[in-house]
């Protein structure tokens, strides 16, 4: 196999508490993203779950999910995925993939996207993104990026990027995209993601991709055509997520 899927998922979130073993139609959100991923049949992939608790371990192996512990010290998913990355069991995957473990309506587009930047030696990292509207712009819970013409990104925001500052002469659609969340690496780029310390970009903005961007590694970004998954952050998230679940079944 040569692309290894790691999802994430840490016990302790702050804004939803268990966040991992909440239920969204009846199972257990990282169960749902499992499934979702698992399902894709992502062609030579191996998907594993990656926690630092033995409940969320003990829900995922009796699923039929391989998943390993991982330290409960880890500050973000990208480290969590490095540890798991550099364990000799799976050593011998070429390219890494971050799937967050709160994404149950990730795009197949999305994945394979970010993954192909990396696997087809254009960038050492990759993500993925879609055509944003106007409206998101000011949203800060909405992540916002722009790009070069060779598809690297230039920058990661919360705020509207770019800025308009004589918007009644700008012609033609905003270069602004939605990002998604999921992220492809090489072994090597993944290590020294995983290594540098924290930079005052990725502090003001709470954004882990400003990281390696500041320190001049390149993140590819791929363009999927399919609306942009929704994370599950809060109580509101995992209601409307309940909500949609069953019309998001019908509809794959």
Same mark, same amino acid.
């Given at each position: 196999?040569?692309?290894?899927?790691?999802?994430?998922?840490?016990?302790?979130?702050?804004?939803?508490?268990? !966040?991992?073993?909440?239920?969204?139609?009846?199972?257990?959100?990282? /169960?749902?993203?499992?499934?979702?991923?698992?399902?894709?049949?992502?062609?030579?992939?191996?998907?594993? /779950?990656?926690?630092?608790?033995?409940?969320?371990?003990?829900?995922?192996?009796?699923? @039929?999910?391989?998943?390993?512990?991982?330290?409960?010290?880890h500050t973000s998913g990208t480290e969590r995925v490095a540890e798991v990355a550099a364990m000799p069991a799976y050593a011998a995957f070429e390219t890494i993939v971050n799937v967050q473990g709160d994404e149950p309506f990730i795009g197949q587009a999305a994945i394979q996207g970010a993954e192909g930047m990396v696997s087809s030696g254009r960038f050492p990292l990759g993500t993925a993104a879609s055509?944003?509207?106007?409206?998101?712009?000011?949203?800060?819970?909405?992540?916002?990026?722009?790009?070069?013409?060779?598809?690297?990104?230039?920058?990661?925001?919360?705020?509207?990027?770019?800025?308009?500052?004589?918007?009644?002469?700008?012609?033609?659609?905003?270069?602004?995209?939605?990002?998604?969340?999921?992220?492809?690496?090489?072994?090597?780029?993944?290590? !020294?993601?995983?290594?540098?310390?924290?930079?005052?970009?990725?502090?003001?903005?709470?954004?882990?991709?400003?990281?390696?961007?500041?320190?001049?590694?390149?993140?590819?970004?791929?363009?999927?055509?399919?609306?942009?998954?929704?994370?599950?952050?809060?109580?509101?998230?995992?209601?409307?997520?309940?909500?949609?679940?069953?019309?998001?079944?019908? @509809?794959?």
């Amino acid at each position: 196999m040569r692309t290894l899927v790691v999802i994430p998922a840490r016990l302790g979130a702050v804004r939803l508490h268990h !966040k991992p073993l909440r239920l969204l139609g009846g199972a257990p959100l990282i /169960v749902r993203v499992w499934q979702r991923v698992s399902q894709m049949n992502l062609p030579d992939t191996l998907v594993v /779950v990656a926690t630092d608790d033995g409940s969320v371990a003990d829900t995922m192996r009796a699923e @039929g999910a391989e998943c390993v512990i991982t330290s409960d010290r880890h500050t973000s998913g990208t480290e969590r995925v490095a540890e798991v990355a550099a364990m000799p069991a799976y050593a011998a995957f070429e390219t890494i993939v971050n799937v967050q473990g709160d994404e149950p309506f990730i795009g197949q587009a999305a994945i394979q996207g970010a993954e192909g930047m990396v696997s087809s030696g254009r960038f050492p990292l990759g993500t993925a993104a879609s055509p944003a509207e106007e409206a998101i712009g000011d949203d800060p819970n909405v992540v916002k990026v722009v790009t070069a013409d060779d598809g690297r990104a230039l920058y990661f925001s919360r705020a509207h990027i770019p800025f308009f500052r004589d918007r009644d002469t700008v012609r033609g659609p905003s270069p602004m995209l939605q990002h998604i969340g999921v992220y492809a690496y090489t072994r090597d780029a993944l290590a !020294k993601w995983a290594a540098l310390p924290p930079h005052p970009l990725e502090s003001a903005e709470r954004l882990e991709q400003l990281r390696p961007l500041a320190a001049g590694i390149p993140i590819g970004v791929a363009v999927a055509t399919e609306p942009p998954a929704s994370g599950i952050d809060t109580e509101d998230d995992l209601a409307r997520a309940n909500a949609r679940w069953q019309e998001f079944l019908a @509809g794959r």
